[in-house]
């Protein structure tokens, strides 16, 4: 009897002991995403609208980051992109659809980021005429305390996610109707400007009249006459055949044209840990790969417009004042629109 009992008791400590081994071992039967939350096979798409030509600079920047985002990412991030103004008609629209998640990633000039909330102003100050001297000044700006502050400020006024800053080239003046040796030579003339206060209040310091145009609608306005020249960087004059419909460029280089990548903080937000880590390194090799390529197109730029024929007019030091110094008052009359005067001083405090 003693000997059935023992045999008994055995019998169901075994099955307790594989039951038990069994239940241990069920997590790993259901595959990873049980084991840590995550479904590893899903992969999370973006898109990315822009108004360029597909070889514009931008774009081929946008190819980089793609290529990053599936080769680091194994797959599980990919970028659809939609140049030509497939999806869009102008930055300031390309910008909203990122705040809404319609689209989840472009880059945005300064200018308009500041648009998108009255607090945002600081955004403004890449456009002050003269302020920034050169590529590596607005990189190390950019990247530093206050460009930090400001991008903390664009998330949490806008969820909107922004990396380090970069100029797509330093603005031109160009018309047909003579070489511009010196601002009177633009006295009077309409030129194509956007939106910006300070493009304007630059172009009305020169004696010119400053005509705001949607940059797809511009050529057309060459074209047709509906303004004697332009206002933007030559990187964009070559890629989008300005000089088709324009003669006379000024290097005056005031300010440049600097590009914010924006990314939907709410779709970030939806990207596991690790991918989020792998993303941001993408964003942050993009900037890198776009600084380059961008200094490399300004310089490469003036002397592919001379081969297309425009006349290109570049100054030495004691001729580029003649351009700067009918600017200077634009610093202080509107420090306002950079928030006020204590951030305008921090600034060039800052670059000193």
Excluded at 27 to 37: K, T
Excluded at 81 to 102: F, H, K, L, T
Excluded at 290 to 313: C, F, H, P, Q, Y
Aim: aromatic residues 10%; negative net charge.
């Amino acid at each position: 009897m003693k000997s059935r009992n023992l045999l008994i008791l055995l019998l169901v400590m075994s099955l307790v002991l594989v039951g038990g081994l069994s239940g241990c071992s069920q997590p790993s039967d259901e595959g990873e995403e049980s084991a840590q939350g995550e479904d590893t096979d899903k992969v999370y798409t973006m898109k990315l609208a822009n108004i360029t030509t597909e070889d514009n600079p931008l774009n081929v920047g946008y190819r980089y980051l793609a290529e990053q985002l599936e080769e680091k990412t194994n797959g599980r991030i990919i970028l659809n992109i939609y140049p030509n103004g497939q999806m869009s008609g102008s930055d300031r629209e390309q910008a909203e659809m990122v705040q809404n998640n319609i689209i989840q990633i472009t880059s945005s000039p300064s200018y308009t980021v500041a648009g998108l909330n009255d607090e945002l102003k600081e955004f403004n100050i890449y456009d002050f005429p003269y302020l920034f001297k050169s590529d590596k000044e607005i990189h190390n700006f950019s990247d530093g305390e206050i460009g930090s502050k400001m991008n903390e400020k664009l998330l949490n006024k806008t969820g909107i996610r922004a990396y380090g800053a970069f100029p797509i080239g330093w603005v031109k003046v160009s018309t047909n109707k003579e070489p511009i040796e010196s601002p009177e030579n633009l006295a009077g003339l309409n030129i194509r400007s956007t939106a910006s206060v300070f493009y304007q209040e630059t172009l009305r310091a020169w004696g010119a009249n400053p005509t705001p145009i949607a940059y797809g609608e511009a050529f057309t306005a060459l074209q047709q006459g509906t303004v004697d020249g332009m206002m933007t960087v030559s990187s964009l004059y070559v890629s989008d055949r300005f000089y088709e419909v324009q003669k006379y460029m000024a290097a005056v280089d005031p300010f440049g044209i600097i590009h914010y990548p924006i990314v939907n903080n709410e779709w970030y937000q939806s990207l596991p840990e690790n991918l989020q880590n792998t993303f941001d390194e993408c964003m942050y090799e993009y900037v890198s790969f776009m600084r380059e390529l961008e200094t490399e197109a300004e310089a490469e730029s003036l002397d592919i417009l001379r081969e297309k024929g425009m006349v290109v007019n570049e100054y030495n030091e004691e001729q580029m004042k003649a351009f700067a110094e009918p600017v200077t008052s634009i610093w202080q009359e509107n420090a306002h629109l950079v928030g006020g005067e204590d951030f305008l001083n921090s600034v060039i405090d800052d670059l000193e």
